[in-house]
């Protein structure tokens, strides 16, 4: 394999605090060379940025079982369109990822695919209904570091008292969907005055709150591993905020759609806007862009949620939860976040790679951009201007709620281990 060199972007690697113009020689897969070398080949690259690939802890791929919506070839394919080189997809799908069978299937339709790292986030408990723990060691044995029952929450203190305790003997991790469900039977939007306007059941915040403590308080006590998904509350934030500072074991996502919508998005019953847990307040975007900002939360994640047009176009009450993200997530984070002067570039990098990759011990991603380390990179041209257009998606499923907006930044090469997966702004 001849030596390539991407000659002359800005090259941002949180891992390495680099913030640089610089050429980039990739050879066999690696980094070799990072500087004003230049190889055999040589690609211009002038006015992009290079970063470590983008890590996306939450996804959903709906393979198997809802092929329908999303296979893992479509999914990966918007993954590598979106920048991402790993992603990790969650266990709801049909059969449920409970055990080792599933966990290899799913390895083995990714590595088919080729277009993106999949690591399988295992179940917490049989079927995901909360009960009987699933078969956690034979799932870390082929590599599954996180579980979760994300879409439901694990009900009991008890269960995730014994998940917990049986994660930590792999120093794995627990990401449990947080929401108290006997608070939230039959919700609809945020609890509030747009939920009470609009004759909907409201998904009051405090069910977030209550069980982001619970869970806390646990692994705390247990010195095991949590994660916290999708944050979408004040409170919730400031809970981990105050974990953190006292030494509890916890990293946390935030979505793009919760630091950048509200539930004002609600009041026109397009169900493009129908998410769990649901697009907040005003008040809670702040605060979860502030959790960005000062590092409570760790990372930028999708929950990349595809559905049929048939299920999701229906009226509001029947339409399932869930928004596409993989393939905004980034144009969205540069727009909302950089250009708005939340995040440096730097940050929104480490957010969306380096901080993910490191929280999940995903090795070979997320940077160093290096001699030796693994070449998952991403390039991307952060003055192009585009419009989202939910039918040019390479996603199975459209459910974006971004259709029509203008966006900066936009991909224009991804590659996997030195292979580019998007070339040019197209899927290779
Ligand atoms: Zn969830």
Known sequence: MTAITLVGARVVDPASGTDAVANVTIEAGLVTAVGTEVGAQRLDADGLVLSP??????????????????????????????GYTAICPMANTDPVCDHAGVVE??????????????????????????????????MAAVGVRCFSDDGRPVGSARVMHRALAYA????????????????????????GDISTLLGL????????DIMVARDLLLAHGMGARLHVPHVSTRGGVELIRAAKARGTRVTAEATPHHFTLTEEAVTGYDPVFKVNPPLRTKDDVEAVRAGLADGTLDAIATDH??????????????????????ETALAVTLTELV?????????????LSTNPARSRDITGHGGPVAPGAPANLMLFDPAARWKVDPHALHSRSRNTPYGGREVSGRIVHTL???VFTVRDGELV
């Open 168 to 191: 930590r003997t792999w120093d794995a991790i627990l990401a449990n969907h947080a929401e108290e469900a006997s608070l939230t039977e039959g919700a609809q939007c945020n609890e």
């Open 105 to 138: 299937q799913v390895l083995r339709l990714a590595r088919d695919a080729g277009l993106c790292d999949v690591l399988p986030v295992g179940a917490i408990t049989k079927g995901l209904k909360g009960d009987e723990l699933a078969e956690i060691g034979a």
């Open 339 to 351: 250009d708005g002067g939340v995040l440096t570039l730097s940050q929104a990098i480490a957010a």
């Open 201 to 208: 059941e409201g998904w009051p915040s405090e069910a977030e």
């Open 53 to 82: 690939g983008l890590v996306d802890l939450h996804v959903h791929l709906r393979e198997p079982g809802h092929e329908n919506a999303e296979t893992i070839a479509t999914g990966t394919a918007a993954a590598a369109a979106g």
């Open 416 to 418: 996997l281990r030195g």
């Open 305 to 326: 949620a595809p559905h049929p047009p048939e299920q999701k176009e229906q009226e509001w009450a029947q339409a399932p939860p869930g928004m596409l993200g993989l």
